[in-house]
């Protein structure tokens, strides 16, 4: 499996969860993931900045066509897990 194709089994699987702490987990999993694999700080960094940018593109989105108590839901999911993205940018940007 390619980084890409990772990258998107993580952004269905945080769009499809259950709730915020579902997608904190699901993105501390890929970090974990992604430190134990032979895979470089920029790949990394690229990994989860595209990550976050496909999250937000989801977020826009479903606000344009879903009613606003599942919108607001799954902003609610993608805030948190965006979050947790920040927090391991932030760590990739300190090791290098």
Same mark, same amino acid.
Do not use: P
């Given at each position: 499996?390619?980084?890409?194709?990772?990258?998107?089994?993580?952004?269905?699987?945080?769009?499809?969860?259950?709730?915020?702490?579902?997608?904190?987990?699901?993105?501390?999993?890929?970090?974990?993931?992604?430190?134990?694999?032979?895979?470089?700080?920029?790949?990394?960094?690229?990994?989860?900045?595209?990550?976050?940018?496909?999250?937000?593109?989801?977020?826009?989105?479903? !606000?344009?066509?879903?009613?606003?108590?599942?919108?607001?839901?799954?902003?609610?999911?993608?805030?948190? =897990?965006?979050?947790?993205?920040?927090? !391991?940018?932030?760590?990739?940007? =300190?090791?290098?």
């Amino acid at each position: 499996m390619t980084l890409d194709e990772y990258r998107l089994v993580i952004f269905r699987k945080v769009t499809s969860c259950s709730g915020e702490l579902a997608g904190q987990w699901i993105i501390d999993e890929a970090a974990g993931e992604l430190e134990t694999g032979n895979i470089s700080a920029v790949d990394r960094t690229s990994f989860w900045r595209q990550l976050n940018a496909d999250l937000s593109a989801e977020s826009r989105k479903r !606000h344009l066509i879903i009613e606003k108590q599942g919108a607001a839901s799954l902003s609610q999911i993608i805030a948190a =897990a965006q979050a947790v993205i920040a927090q !391991h940018q932030a760590q990739a940007t =300190a090791r290098k």
